[in-house]
């Protein structure tokens, strides 16, 4: 597997809908074909919001989707200095796996269900 900068044959690839925002992040590739398996990004709205998303292939390799992950905690403290998640309640780890990378518990919204917010002053 390989990790890099998404581009945007990548988001087609993956079925990932922008809703007309800015997106910077990672993606993680089959490093024979270059087939994207998994994306973490942040949608440039207003406050930023990050994201992941992975492929059932991708799934089969939990060491990759750890150093996936690590890789993307780089990511978010070279770019930003606060960031927002929302854990996903189809995905069992999607908690554990925000924690994980620096995001921490803030509250729970009646719309959106629990905020998370990852910042670069927080330790990780």
Request: glycine share 8%; aromatic share 12%.
């Amino acid at each position: 597997m390989i990790i890099r900068n998404v581009e945007a044959t990548d988001l087609t690839s993956l079925s990932v809908d922008t809703m007309g925002q800015t997106l910077r992040g990672k993606v993680i590739a089959d490093k024979v074909t270059g087939e994207p398996l998994g994306i973490a990004g942040v949608l440039h709205t207003e406050p930023f919001y990050a994201f992941s998303m992975m492929t059932d292939e991708l799934r089969e390799y939990p060491k990759a989707i750890v150093k996936f992950m690590r890789e993307f905690s780089s990511f978010l403290q070279q770019h930003y200095e606060a960031v927002y998640a929302i854990p996903a309640g189809y995905e069992i780890n999607s908690r554990g796996c925000l924690e994980m990378i620096g995001f921490r518990y803030l509250y729970s919204d009646m719309n959106y269900g629990d905020v998370y917010r990852w910042s670069s002053s927080l330790p990780s």
